[in-house]
């Protein structure tokens, strides 16, 4: 029960714990018409935790993910899944938009199932599937109902029932909270607390919140901002078995929260 | 509608102007303007006509092979058009002059080129309606939330999967407008191109009407051609109404 602040000096990757299962090598983005949006940036991700990317608002930690994801392509460096080079989507790795990216014309269980349905895994099957996940992120009942019938904190659950409804090893997830009201939004780390342990998959998570990252968070990567560099990774070691307000009183908790705060005030201005 | 405190019906002003055309025509002004009662009658004995079915026929078959070429290949192009700036840079300049070229200038070339019948006139229907298909499903092209690609991409989608199940329904609410609004054109197309050919269904008949001053004829087929059109924009405008749920969630 204790942080522990690594202090990262770019480029060098940071010494992890686990296994990374994803590597970022050297990577740097500069926007068409010159905007540097990161500047080598060398990071692994361990296996089966959740890292958080955080930094000031418009530093570039969508850009980062978006590159993982291989939606966007680095102006240098490279990304290692699994020690190997990646320069494009794959069925690996799957991802939770910050606007939800639901098709407004299909049915909750059409959209979670997607990812299924695109390769080509027979519908009784992904329907199950999809099921199983709806099921699992609270929205049973609600399985023939379309995105316009839901809240917003629905509409995000839907996301992420397809993201886990394609098994993935990596969840990667752009700012997913955003747009949710604030109770939804507790509500929804709470539950998400609880896949992360059930699921045992590896979570990549960019929020632009303090306090949402150290809640849910294993390992917090603060990005400096634009260009991004690292500035600092931080481990944060929390009894997430405990009930949800102990832990948003947990002196760890409350001292990480307030340590981030005094970093990223740097970064205002 | 109120006028009054009275509650006035949608279609009352039909009525008016029915009654109008009634008077004008009774007062014998012109030879133009038959009064409407001998006209409808003229109808009723033109229905009766076999010629009338014939024409009635290749009017529905032309505009329906024009209507569907003009979709099946006009909704494709413009998407592929508003996903791709090459394409778009290629064709957007040619759609733009058809659709506001006089386009009843080229049939005559179709004509010399695939002679009186049919195919001309089908061409001609495709002629009119194609462009604003093509702007419309562009346009709606333009409107795909640029997450739903990146979804698709990220799920692994081909690009027939992604055109089929995400671009087509995202683009929907436009390209159906455009299909709307090219159906119109249709009428027109299969109209004009009739007209042009001048040999075969209403063409001939108008034809025939006309060079022998029959107008009860004319206003009866005319009648028949508006009630047509109509009826089109009418079914076309119900099936848009029904996408209109996704069109405003759609962000």
Redesign the interface.
């Given at each position: 029960m204790t942080v522990t602040a690594i202090h990262a000096p770019t480029p060098a990757a940071a010494p992890v714990p686990a296994a990374p299962i994803v590597e970022v090598r050297n990577i740097s983005k500069i926007y068409p018409g010159g905007v540097e949006a990161l500047n080598n940036i060398s990071l692994s991700f361990p296996e089966g935790e959740l890292t958080s990317l955080l930094g000031p608002s418009g530093c570039g930690k969508t850009t980062l993910l978006?590159i993982i994801?291989?939606?966007l392509q680095p102006t240098a460096g490279e990304v290692l899944v699994r020690g190997r080079r990646v320069t494009a989507?794959?069925?690996e790795?799957?991802?939770v938009?910050?606007?939800?990216?639901l098709?407004?014309?299909a049915t909750v269980i059409r959209n979670a199932a997607?990812?299924l349905?695109?390769?080509g895994v027979a519908r009784s099957e992904r329907e199950a599937v999809a099921e199983k996940y709806i099921a699992s992120v609270g929205l049973k009942g609600f399985e023939r109902k379309?995105?316009?019938e839901l809240s917003g904190g629905m509409r995000q659950r839907v996301g992420l029932a397809?993201a886990l409804a394609?098994n993935a090893d990596i969840v990667m997830m752009d700012e997913p909270f955003s747009a949710v009201d604030e109770q939804t939004r507790r509500q929804f780390q709470e539950d998400l607390l609880r896949l992360v342990a059930t699921e045992r998959k590896t979570f990549l998570f960019v929020t632009h919140s303090i306090e949402e990252a150290v809640y849910v968070s294993n390992r917090i990567v603060l990005l400096s901002r634009r260009p991004s560099r690292v500035s600092e990774i931080i481990d944060v070691d929390l009894p997430r078995e405990s009930d949800p307000e102990q832990i948003r009183r947990h002196p760890t908790y409350l001292d990480a929260v307030e340590g981030i705060w005094q970093t990223l005030k740097h970064y205002l201005d | 509608m109120e006028f009054k405190g009275y509650r006035i019906p949608a279609m009352a002003s039909l009525v008016i102007w029915a009654v109008l055309w009634e008077i004008v025509g009774r007062l014998g002004l012109t030879i133009l303007i038959p009064p409407l009662s001998t006209t409808l009658e003229k109808l009723a004995e033109i229905a009766a006509n076999e010629s009338f079915w014939d024409a009635m026929a290749i009017t529905m078959r032309t505009f329906l092979w024009g209507s569907a070429i003009a979709i099946v290949v006009g909704v494709p192009l413009g998407i592929l058009m508003g996903r791709s700036v090459i394409l778009d840079r290629m064709l957007l300049p040619w759609v733009n002059t058809f659709i506001s070229a006089p386009l009843s200038a080229i049939v005559p070339v179709i004509m010399a080129v695939f002679g009186f019948g049919e195919t001309t006139i089908i061409l001609t229907v495709v002629l009119f309606a194609i462009w604003i298909i093509i702007l419309d499903a562009r346009a709606g092209a333009h409107a795909i939330s640029p997450s739903l690609v990146e979804m698709a991409r990220v799920y692994g989608a081909s690009p027939r999967q992604a055109f089929a199940k995400i671009y087509v329904w995202s683009a929907l609410p436009e390209i159906l407008t455009g299909i709307r609004l090219g159906l119109l054109r249709a009428v027109k197309g299969v109209i004009i191109g009739q007209l042009l050919v001048s040999v075969v269904g209403f063409g001939r008949l108008f034809e025939i009407y006309s060079s022998n001053f029959l107008m009860e004829h004319m206003w009866a087929l005319l009648i028949v051609l508006f009630a047509l059109a109509f009826l089109i924009d009418l079914a076309f405008g119900a099936i848009e109404r029904r996408v209109d749920h996704f069109a405003s969630s759609r962000s």
């Amino acid at each position: 029960m204790t942080v522990t602040a690594i202090h990262a000096p770019t480029p060098a990757a940071a010494p992890v714990p686990a296994a990374p299962i994803v590597e970022v090598r050297n990577i740097s983005k500069i926007y068409p018409g010159g905007v540097e949006a990161l500047n080598n940036i060398s990071l692994s991700f361990p296996e089966g935790e959740l890292t958080s990317l955080l930094g000031p608002s418009g530093c570039g930690k969508t850009t980062l993910l978006k590159i993982i994801a291989g939606l966007l392509q680095p102006t240098a460096g490279e990304v290692l899944v699994r020690g190997r080079r990646v320069t494009a989507p794959g069925p690996e790795r799957s991802f939770v938009f910050q606007d939800f990216a639901l098709m407004p014309w299909a049915t909750v269980i059409r959209n979670a199932a997607f990812g299924l349905e695109l390769r080509g895994v027979a519908r009784s099957e992904r329907e199950a599937v999809a099921e199983k996940y709806i099921a699992s992120v609270g929205l049973k009942g609600f399985e023939r109902k379309y995105p316009h019938e839901l809240s917003g904190g629905m509409r995000q659950r839907v996301g992420l029932a397809r993201a886990l409804a394609v098994n993935a090893d990596i969840v990667m997830m752009d700012e997913p909270f955003s747009a949710v009201d604030e109770q939804t939004r507790r509500q929804f780390q709470e539950d998400l607390l609880r896949l992360v342990a059930t699921e045992r998959k590896t979570f990549l998570f960019v929020t632009h919140s303090i306090e949402e990252a150290v809640y849910v968070s294993n390992r917090i990567v603060l990005l400096s901002r634009r260009p991004s560099r690292v500035s600092e990774i931080i481990d944060v070691d929390l009894p997430r078995e405990s009930d949800p307000e102990q832990i948003r009183r947990h002196p760890t908790y409350l001292d990480a929260v307030e340590g981030i705060w005094q970093t990223l005030k740097h970064y205002l201005d | 509608m109120e006028f009054k405190g009275y509650r006035i019906p949608a279609m009352a002003s039909l009525v008016i102007w029915a009654v109008l055309w009634e008077i004008v025509g009774r007062l014998g002004l012109t030879i133009l303007i038959p009064p409407l009662s001998t006209t409808l009658e003229k109808l009723a004995e033109i229905a009766a006509n076999e010629s009338f079915w014939d024409a009635m026929a290749i009017t529905m078959r032309t505009f329906l092979w024009g209507s569907a070429i003009a979709i099946v290949v006009g909704v494709p192009l413009g998407i592929l058009m508003g996903r791709s700036v090459i394409l778009d840079r290629m064709l957007l300049p040619w759609v733009n002059t058809f659709i506001s070229a006089p386009l009843s200038a080229i049939v005559p070339v179709i004509m010399a080129v695939f002679g009186f019948g049919e195919t001309t006139i089908i061409l001609t229907v495709v002629l009119f309606a194609i462009w604003i298909i093509i702007l419309d499903a562009r346009a709606g092209a333009h409107a795909i939330s640029p997450s739903l690609v990146e979804m698709a991409r990220v799920y692994g989608a081909s690009p027939r999967q992604a055109f089929a199940k995400i671009y087509v329904w995202s683009a929907l609410p436009e390209i159906l407008t455009g299909i709307r609004l090219g159906l119109l054109r249709a009428v027109k197309g299969v109209i004009i191109g009739q007209l042009l050919v001048s040999v075969v269904g209403f063409g001939r008949l108008f034809e025939i009407y006309s060079s022998n001053f029959l107008m009860e004829h004319m206003w009866a087929l005319l009648i028949v051609l508006f009630a047509l059109a109509f009826l089109i924009d009418l079914a076309f405008g119900a099936i848009e109404r029904r996408v209109d749920h996704f069109a405003s969630s759609r962000s």
